[in-house]
Every structure is written in structure tokens, then in C-alpha cells.
């Protein structure tokens, strides 16, 4: 062991050597054995114990679904569609804050003792520092898509619990909380993962979009390109052209920071001054969204967008946009 190398204690490797009794799946993801690395040596959770879940009172619950109230009002509606689609599967949608706590669940009645007995109802905290590795906290401490199949929950009592998670971002790009879909029963939704993940990705931004969109009311909203991922890349502008919010996505596609955007950066100049191909993608999305929402209107596109009618003749040209 070189000098630089931290021992890992007795105890840590003992729980682990606990935990490995139930092993991961073949190929489980990097962020599973990370959490699973941090509830040993970092949280000091043995994974035999039993778990009680802190749940809020009523008038802490009300404070903190007070602080979410914008993020219940945009999610509710695609949480029940969500719902919708998923209940024949068997499973639940739950929506955390950002500490993880559950503001709000779709669930069927026939799983509702499961719901209690597991602390899956509203107000429990779910932390990864406090459950251990889970949908919901793994997913807000990483800050992506996870899935946690069979066995690959840290503690041994929800060994049975299958979770999908994908974080929320809000208006200003940071981690509004977390969209859930739990299983009761297991690998039974494994086969199916890859579609069930997808459709809870596409919940997740729509949830973020209507976030933006109510944020940046009256403002024109672009999109910087497809979207992919929990995020999409949108961006607010006013009048003069001037970026004045973006996504997560737009945020990391740009480089932008808080600061940046407060100084209003006109978005075509932006685009213009990089050299990666994401980025001049990014600039023929815009023009082409611009134009469709001005109905091909050029003069109006060009106010919209602020420039003038031979720069976006030009920039048009360039892109290949309307031939």
C-alpha cells in the first residue's frame, strides 16, 4: 500500500463483505458501487439493519411542500399521466424534493400497505446518507438517471424494491428534486427497463420545460437542439435577442454561469463565437426556431433574434436554413 492510500477500517470492510453477500447484477452501473462505497465508509450504514424512515410532522411537511410549491404545481398533472402509464406494470410514481424528501406519490390502493410498511408515502426522508443507496436519494446525490434493480439497494429490506429515478432541474439549472417509478416485486420490469427509463426521462423534461416556461413567461423560448438526458436545451430571450435564462442542458452545452447569463449575452453572437460542432448545431436549431415562430417571417425573426435582416439572411445561408 502506497503512502498515499487511505486504510479502509475494519468495520468499513466487514460491512461490505456483509452487503456482498447479496451481489450486484453483472454489469451494475458505476454509480451503484459508488453509493454502495459511500453507505460503508462514508455513512456507516450496516445493511442488515432495519430501516425506520425520519417522517415530518404535519406542520414541517407543510413548510417544506411550501418551499416546492412551484415544483407540485408543474408536476401534478404529469405525475397522474405518468401514472397512467406505468400502473399496469405495477408500479408508483413519487416525487422528492431536493433532500430527498417525498412530496407526493401516484400509487395504487392494492399497494398501499407495502407503501407504509417501506415508509413510501408522503413526508418520509429518503436520503442516500440516511436510507442508503435508493431511486430517489443515489439519484439527487449523482444528479443522474438511476435504475437500482433487484438486490441493488444497499439495505437488505428492500431487497425486493425495484427503482427508477431521474432528477429535476428548475428554471435555473439546478436540482429541483426527483421524479420516481417504484416496483414492489422485484426484476419484473428488468426486460422492460430501457422503455420504462426513457418514458420517465420525457416525464422529467416535461416537468422542467413548464418550470422554464412559467418562469420566463412572455419571453421567447428557444431550443438549442434535441433533447436528450433529464434536461433539455432551452433558453429565454427578450426583445433585443439577449439571453436571460437557460436549462441545465443550455447551461452545460454553453458554458454558462449564473453570472454570464445575468449579463444578458446576445445568444447568436455566442453561438457564433464557437468553434464545436455542437454548437453550430445548436445555431441552425435556433434560426430554425425562430423562423417557424415568427411563421417564416424574416424581418420579425430577425427583431426576435437581434440582428439584422442581411445577418440572418446570411447566417441562413451559411446553415443551409430555407433552401
Known amino acids: 500500500m502506497s503512502g498515499n492510500e487511505r486504510p479502509v477500517p475494519a468495520v468499513e470492510n466487514d460491512v461490505l463483505l456483509r452487503r456482498s453477500s447479496q451481489p450486484l447484477q453483472p454489469v451494475s452501473p458505476l454509480y451503484v458501487e459508488q453509493s454502495w462505497e459511500r453507505c460503508a465508509s462514508a455513512y456507516h450504514l450496516d445493511p ?3 430501516w425506520t424512515a425520519d417522517v415530518l410532522s404535519g406542520a414541517e411537511f407543510r413548510h417544506v411542500s411550501g418551499r416546492s410549491a412551484v415544483l407540485l404545481k408543474s408536476a401534478m398533472d404529469e405525475m397522474r399521466r405518468l401514472f397512467d402509464l406505468v400502473q399496469g406494470m405495477g408500479l408508483m410514481v413519487l416525487l422528492a424534493d431536493p433532500d430527498a424528501t417525498i412530496l407526493a406519490r401516484c400509487v395504487d390502493e392494492t399497494h398501499l400497505s ?10 418520509a426522508i429518503w436520503s442516500e446518507a440516511e436510507a442508503g443507496t435508493n431511486g430517489v436519494g443515489t439519484c439527487i446525490k449523482e444528479q443522474c438517471p438511476v435504475f437500482l434493480g433487484q438486490g441493488e439497494h444497499w439495505r437488505f429490506c428492500f431487497s425486493l424494491l425495484a427503482s427508477y429515478a431521474v432528477p429535476l432541474f428548475d428554471a435555473q439549472g439546478r436540482v429541483a428534486g426527483a421524479l420516481n417509478l417504484a416496483a414492489l416485486s422485484g426484476n419484473t420490469t428488468r426486460p422492460y427497463a430501457a422503455l420504462v427509463m426513457e418514458t420517465l426521462l420525457q416525464s422529467g423534461r416535461r416537468i422542467e420545460e413548464q418550470l422554464f416556461r412559467s418562469r420566463y413567461a412572455g419571453q421567447k423560448i428557444l431550443t438549442l437542439g434535441a ?12 426583445t433585443d435577442g439577449e439571453v436571460t435564462g437557460a436549462t441545465h442542458s443550455a447551461r452545460t452545452l454553453m458554458g454558462w454561469t449564473d453570472t454570464m447569463i445575468q449579463d444578458h449575452p446576445n445568444l447568436l453572437t455566442e453561438l457564433e463565437a464557437g468553434t464545436e460542432v455542437s454548437l453550430q448545431k445548436a445555431e441552425e436549431c435556433v434560426v430554425r426556431s425562430a423562423l417557424a415562430g415568427c411563421q417564416g417571417n424574416v424581418t420579425a425573426t430577425a427583431q426576435s433574434l437581434g440582428i439584422s435582416r442581411a445577418t440572418l439572411y446570411r447566417k441562413m445561408k451559411a446553415l443551409g436554413v430555407g433552401q
Open 114 to 123: 407495502m407503501c407504509r410498511r417501506l415508509h413510501l408515502r408522503k413526508g
Open 227 to 238: 433533447a436528450e438526458g433529464c434536461s433539455s436545451p432551452l433558453v429565454a430571450l427578450n
Open 48 to 50: 442488515s439493519q432495519g
